[in-house]
């Protein structure tokens, strides 16, 4: 049964850094995952994705302060943010599936990924 575990949450002040990490487990094929975050009171937001190719995609919003990475033997992925700032506090999901070879969905920040993780919250202190 496939499983994404997500760790590494918790609180940090403004321009603190935090490293997410996510394990898969179950799944015989990924092409693309993902970080999603969905703040209290918000809808869900794509923040980054990666294909296994390596190729990536982020948000407006977290350019140039998260990096997104992934270690395909292990099936982990990883979100290294820095920079953090209070509008970065939400819940962050993991997410995975396949869709082909080196492919992200062009609509994965929109329509998000099959499989996903329970999610890690994370708190950004002014």
């Known amino acids: 049964q496939e499983q994404l575990v997500e760790s590494g949450g918790g609180s940090v002040q403004s321009g603190g850094s935090l490293r997410l990490s996510c394990a898969a487990s179950g799944f015989n094929h990924i092409s693309c995952m993902g970080w999603f975050r969905q703040a209290p009171g918000k809808g869900r937001e794509g923040v980054a994705v990666i294909a296994t190719d390596g190729s990536t995609n982020y948000a407006d919003s977290v350019k140039g302060r998260f990096t997104i990475s992934q270690d395909n033997a292990r099936k982990t992925l990883y979100l290294q943010m820095d920079s953090l700032k209070p509008e970065d506090t939400a819940t962050y999901y993991c997410?995975?599936?396949?869709?082909?070879?080196?492919?992200?969905?062009?609509?994965?920040?929109?329509?998000?990924?099959?499989?996903w993780g329970k999610g890690t919250p994370i708190t950004i202190s002014s």
């Open positions: 997410a995975a599936g396949w869709y082909g070879d080196n492919y992200c969905p062009s609509g994965a920040f929109d329509y998000g990924l099959d499989y």
